[in-house]
């Protein structure tokens, strides 16, 4: 029996979000080869946008205010900050742990109500407290958020995709 992996993953702030509120379970990611990203039981540490904030005094150790989080750090309250980019996002920052349940490919537009709404598209009250556009289908939701990532043309494209479902290791 082979060992779990662990590798890292990226996501974006609306989408860390989604995870922490339990609303996202899935990704999708484009299919270029042979899958990158494991099997059931492997795992994906989450990298994330972030500040680290050393205080004035420099023996406490560094503060780490997530982007998602929309932590702001009082300006004059400290030494240094320094944002960190979630690709330059080393391990020992990520707080959020992915157990891989299952992966599949499938083309883009295939995607059903119910997978639109485990990819943690927000529904209508999400989207106005996060100044999104509301959507009345999750379908119609997820398409916008792709595109959004991905492009314009991107959608009618249709392209394979990696299917990863997941859930949050406490």
């Known amino acids: 029996m082979s060992q779990a992996k662990e590798r890292p993953i990226i996501f974006k702030g609306e989408m860390v979000r989604a995870i922490l509120d339990g609303r996202k379970t899935q990704t999708r990611r484009l299919v270029k080869g042979p899958c990158p990203y494991g099997v059931a039981g492997d795992r994906f540490w989450v990298r994330e946008s972030l500040t680290a904030v050393q205080p004035g005094n420099h023996r406490q150790p560094p503060m780490l205010a ?3 989080d929309n ?7 400290t030494a240094w900050k320094k944002a960190v980019s979630s690709i330059h996002m080393p391990r020992w920052a990520s707080r959020i742990t992915l157990e891989i349940t299952n992966i599949r490919y499938e083309h883009l537009r295939d995607i059903s109500e119910a997978d639109a709404k485990a990819e943690g598209v ?3 009250l999400e ?3 996060a100044g999104f556009s509301w959507y009345d289908k999750p379908r119609k939701a997820f398409r916008s958020l792709w595109e959004s990532i991905n492009g314009k043309e991107s959608w009618f494209s249709d392209p394979l995709v990696w299917v990863i479902e997941f859930k949050r290791v406490e």
Request: aromatic content about 12%; proline content about 6%.
């Open 66 to 68: 997530y982007a998602a």
């Open 71 to 77: 932590v702001w750090v009082e300006p004059g309250t």
């Open 122 to 124: 927000c529904g209508q």
């Open 127 to 129: 989207a106005v407290k």
